[in-house]
């Protein structure tokens, strides 16, 4: 029976923890858990227990037994009438789970030979009754009994001896932040003191012998503890922070209070191990997790429909992280990319769902791009709106008047109204309504008069077909014919339909750069002549619009070679451009020399109402790059080698944007040499990102065997490692290969499926790969469904979140979908099919 849970039906809970206190006996197939829990009722109504998969052995209220035949007879809540119960009284639970037997990775659950948890979103259920809700909050007390050598939670350490360890956690939190670990751990260690001159003790844990790949997630914890300091007046508030690497992990990483858990792969770092995208990644995931200590932790959602109220603020808090200790310019580029690939893709299809959605079945199938990203890009207008000093303010008032409490999308407005003196409720719908606004511009001169008209319109999504007029901030400026800027950046604010703007007294007719800093997450239709995108790449002052100039450029380019066309010239004439002032700003001329991916050129043509076909795309990519690189060989050729690392290796800005600018122009270059300078590069790599790299080229080339091979003997070892090499084979290979090479490394004993990140290499890997997984012949689709059929029994939120491979399915030919929707039928005819992906396999097929 599917339940929905609607946002309309949420209620007060009729009772306030004072105290929760939790005792395990930690053993891998039968650990006991006593709780005591001290409510004191707050409304009228009864209690309500949260329980799955439990196995009780007592129930009490103020020590009575309770009659274990109130038990729910399977799962669901556990129900104490109001009129059994005094104002104020201790529940009491004994319960015995089986973390060895979780496989699904949610509650207790054991990750090679240690006792870990995941507890959000309703994870905490199936460790005890509990009103498992993000609003009731109450402080921890925690006893561990294990013989496992580290024993952690939450909060401060109050007392440790053999075998047995005892956490307070002061601070009020719901369960889904409570954390426990129990394992042979070692830590690297560090002290931190606070603005208001606290010391607080630093630990990250990793298995006896992974300490050296440990200390860039360190040092990237001390810069977030600075940087909240400084960019918001955060402080930490408890005397340890503990940082826990764990190699079984459905998600990155989990914010429990004082106790992060993440998966190992954004903890462990060395340059031999790890590429700088995961030198960057681990800085910007610990400061998430970080940074969700003021907001989420202290501050946290009073339901799940609020998610985007903790995770777009903290996706927006950590954006801004990484700009500061990178370059800001290439962040926001990077952050607009991700944007579209998986945003726009999910807003644009049939899972489209807004920032706070009004209903769910499974709340795990909503940690979305849309919760996320646009939940920050959300944010991002509200800055832009009031201004940045204003910002601040506004977030001061947050945390001064909701410290302490779970909160609602309507607070968040209310301290935005509150300081600024606007009326947001036409802005909220950017909370409440789905889809991407398509908007488009016209131009009018005369006069020196420049008109610009605006006209804004958002498709019909599912559940919603009106989509009125959103307030769009436009943050545009003009570009003189000679290159000057003639107005610098100026916001619009668009809040009707339709709507003109005009600037007069300009000498000669500028060209406008369009949304500048991506001031609104939107799609842009306008008429632009191929003479203004190059003078907008070569003289805007704003990165960003430069960058879409560019990339407006190139996508022109593929699409029109996907149509069969030649197109193409003047993206080779502004390369020329990028070229010779790529040293200035390597990161920016790689991003620039980077083509747009398949599947952007796919969402492009079906913008443009065409039906995209995969091989046609496929292969207009690959024509272009090699008339490309044939065209500005001795440029590209020389840039390689000029980006060649000097000295140590260092994952920072500088250093990582000359190895994209290497790597940007290698893969032109393979185009031409079949592999020949990938191979010398892989041979002579000093780190992952060009070994990683170079090996990609290879596999692109066909001419990776002896380095796959080289590959696999240096780092079999390393399961981190071994991720990528399963993960880069089908997602390079060439389309009419990678199903077969997909389905040869499945067959490997080392494809340990069960493990979320082997999952996500290969099977991910092959969903990556746009014209192997879309193949004609529906094999790809078969090949990932298959795969998704074996893991839904044993984990089924990983297998949920793969489902979305299948979202962009309706705009394919009419072969392509059907083959599509009966690999998902058959995935939804599976026997005792989990509602995590019995709701996403409907959603797509609806
Ligand atoms: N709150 C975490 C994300 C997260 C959500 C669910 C999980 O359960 C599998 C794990 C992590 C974050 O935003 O980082
Ligand atoms: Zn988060």
Redesign the pocket.
């Known amino acids: 029976m599917t339940v929905t849970q609607y946002l309309a039906d949420w209620r007060p809970y009729p009772f306030r923890i004072a105290r929760t206190r939790l005792e395990f006996d930690l053993a891998p197939r039968a650990t006991r858990v006593r709780s005591r829990i001290e409510f004191q009722r707050i409304g009228p109504g009864d209690l309500a227990l949260d329980g799955a998969g439990l196995k009780t052995l007592s129930l009490a209220i103020d020590d009575q037994p309770l009659d274990l035949g109130l038990l729910p007879a399977e799962g669901g809540q556990l129900v104490i009438p109001a009129a059994d119960l005094p104002e104020r009284f201790t529940f009491a639970a004994e319960v015995e789970i089986d973390p060895e037997a979780n496989t699904a990775?949610?509650g207790l659950y054991l990750s090679g030979g240690m006792f870990c948890t995941?507890c959000?979103?309703e994870?905490f259920r199936h460790i005890t009754w509990y009103p498992d809700r993000p609003d009731v909050m109450a402080p921890f007390e925690v006893a561990i009994r294990s013989d496992q050598p580290v024993l952690l939670s939450n909060g401060n350490p109050v007392a440790a001896g053999p075998g047995e360890a005892v956490w307070h956690d002061p601070w009020p939190k719901p369960a889904y932040l409570f954390a426990l670990v129990a394992g042979d751990l070692r830590a690297i260690s560090d002290r931190f003191t606070t603005l208001s001159g606290r010391s607080v003790a630093l630990n990250v844990w990793v298995r006896p012998g992974d300490e050296p790949r440990a200390g860039y997630a360190l040092e990237s914890l001390v810069r977030a503890m600075r940087w909240d300091e400084q960019a918001y007046g955060r402080e930490y508030d408890l005397d340890v922070f503990n940082i826990v690497a764990v190699d079984d992990f459905?998600?990155?990483?989990?914010?429990n209070k004082g106790l992060n858990i993440f998966n190992s792969k954004l903890v462990l770092a060395t340059a031999e191990t790890a590429t700088d995208g995961d030198y960057e990644r681990i800085e910007g995931v610990i400061g998430?997790?970080y940074f969700?200590n003021w907001t989420g932790n202290r501050i946290t959602c009073r339901d799940w429909f609020q998610l985007s109220l903790k995770?777009g603020l903290?996706v927006f808090r950590d954006q801004q992280f990484t700009g500061a200790m990178r370059s800001a310019a290439v962040k926001r580029i990077q952050d607009v990319q991700t944007l579209r690939a998986r945003q726009f893709r999910e807003d644009a299809g049939p899972l489209a769902h807004p920032p706070r959605p009004d209903s769910y079945q499974e709340i795990?199938n909503f940690?979305t791009a849309t919760v996320y990203e646009k939940g920050a890009e959300v944010i991002g207008m509200l800055k832009r709106l009031v201004g940045d000093d204003l910002y601040r303010k506004t977030l001061d008032l947050y945390f001064d008047r909701h410290d302490g409490q779970a909160c609602t999308i309507e607070d968040w407005i209310k301290v935005f109204e509150d300081t600024s003196g606007r009326d947001l409720t036409q802005f909220k719908r950017w909370y409440t309504d789905a889809g991407t606004p398509r908007l488009t511009m016209a131009e009018d001169w005369r006069d020196g008069t420049l008109t610009l008209t605006f006209r804004q319109e958002t498709a019909p999504t599912p559940g919603q077909p009106e989509k009125p007029p959103r307030v769009i901030p436009i943050a545009l400026g003009l570009i003189g014919p000679n290159g000057d800027e003639v107005l610098p950046t100026t916001v619009l604010e668009m809040t009707e339909a339709e709507q003109s703007f005009r600037f007069q007294g300009l000498g000669a007719r500028p060209v406008v750069s369009l949304l500048r800093g991506f001031s609104a997450p939107v799609t842009v239709a306008r008429e632009i002549g191929v003479d203004q995108q190059a003078l907008l790449l070569a003289h805007d002052t704003d990165a960003c619009a430069r960058w879409q100039a560019g990339h407006d450029l190139a996508l022109d380019a593929l699409v029109g070679r996907a149509r069969g066309t030649e197109a193409g010239a003047e993206f080779g004439r502004a390369i020329a451009g990028v070229l010779d002032d790529a040293e200035t700003d390597p990161a920016f001329a790689a991003l620039c020399l980077s083509l747009p991916g398949e599947e952007e050129i796919a969402t492009t043509l079906a913008a443009q109402g065409e039906i995209p076909d995969p091989d046609a795309i496929h292969a207009g990519r690959e024509a272009l790059a090699r008339d490309i690189a044939a065209a500005h060989e001795p440029a590209l050729a020389r840039l390689c080698d000029a980006m060649a690392d000097p000295g140590p290796y260092r994952p920072d800005a500088e250093g990582s944007g000359r190895r994209s600018l290497r790597l940007a122009c290698l893969a032109l270059l393979n185009r031409l040499d079949a592999g020949a300078r990938a191979e010398a590069l892989f041979d002579a790599a000093g780190n992952m990102t060009e070994r990683q790299g170079a090996l990609e080229c290879l596999i692109a080339a066909g001419r990776d065997t002896r380095a796959l091979a080289d590959f696999a003997q240096r780092f079999g070892e390393n399961r981190l490692v071994m991720d990528k090499w399963f993960m880069v084979q089908p997602l390079r290979a060439a389309p009419d290969r990678a199903v077969a090479r997909a389905r040869d490394l499945a067959a490997r004993p080392d494809f340990d499926w069960k493990n979320p990140n082997r999952f996500r290499a290969l099977i991910g890997g092959l969903a990556a790969n746009h014209a192997a997984f879309h193949a004609a012949d529906g094999s790809g689709y078969d090949f990932v469904a298959e795969w998704l059929m074996r893991l839904d029994p044993v984990n089924p939120?990983t297998t949920a979140r793969m489902t979305t491979a299948f979202e962009t399915m309706p705009r394919y030919d009419a072969g392509r979908r059907a083959h599509a929707r009966a690999a998902l039928q058959r995935i939804a005819a599976l026997q005792g099919l989990s509602r995590n992906t019995r709701e996403m396999v409907t959603r797509i097929l609806a």
């Open positions: 990775l949610e995941q959000e979103a994870g459905n998600m990155g990483a989990m914010e998430h997790e969700h995770e903290t795990n940690y939120q």
